[in-house]
């Protein structure tokens, strides 16, 4: 089974595991929540909260692993092209760890004083690092990807899934710049099992003999 197949399997678990503590455990710290509610939950720092951010961290390292192992399958004369998908991706991964750590390490102490302005504005910027600067270079990672991928029918699904992803991805920018909570709500999960698909619809693709 070729590696990329592994990591596609391995990103599916680690992002579905990761939706399932955004709705358990990181929601009730998250802008969804009333102010004081979500920093006196944050300040008893609850491990469904250091948990939820851990498992995102590797997210993001298990999508660069995905998209360096993908590399070789891509159109050689696109590979120039196709190793950018590598770095776009690297750095946002490396945005995402950063915030994710300050999510976890920092943003429970600035909540034992309360909603103050300055657990606020970090909150934002935190939010809107991953969100806008993050997901905006992991879905033009993505869509390069797509563009750098063969024209063969067999990967007609993985370039319909990875369209979308980019697509998606990229309204959860737009919603990290609008900062409403329900934006985020909307497109995060959008995003992820799109994401989920297109490395599903990859994995099927090369372990098929006939694969173009």
Known sequence: M????????????????????????????????????????????????????TTWMLCALALVAFLAALVPHLEPAKREAAALTVVLSAAGAAVDLLCDTLFIVLLPVLARDGPTPLFLAFERALGAGGAVVANGLYSLSVLLAVWCSPRGAAWRWARVFGIVTGLAGLSLVAAGFTGVPWHLVATTPLTIVAFMCWTLAVARTLSSPARG
């Open 2 to 53: 070729p590696i990329v197949v592994r990591l596609a399997w391995l990103n599916v678990v680690l992002h579905g595991l990761g939706l399932v503590f955004a709705a358990v455990a990181l929601g009730p710290g998250s802008p969804l929540a009333p102010a004081a509610e979500r920093t006196a939950y944050l300040a008893a720092r609850p491990w469904g909260w250091s948990l939820g951010w």
